[in-house]
């Protein structure tokens, strides 16, 4: 495999490519689930998102 130069630093890109593998396994999970499904799942994870954001706000 070819290294190539970049303007990123170690941690810039080490931060990087934890984000592809990430992506990688989502996209893994979300092969065999309709855009309805995939849909719901983010809904559902952004309202209990906010309801952290409240919870921490009003503490």
Known sequence: METYKNDFTKQ???S???IHEIRHQLSKEYDSMTI???NKRAS???KEIK???VKRITT
């Open 44 to 46: 559902d994870y952004w």
């Open 36 to 38: 309805d499904e995939i």
């Open 51 to 53: 309801k952290r954001k």
């Open 16 to 18: 990087l490519w934890e």
């Open 12 to 14: 810039e890109d080490e």
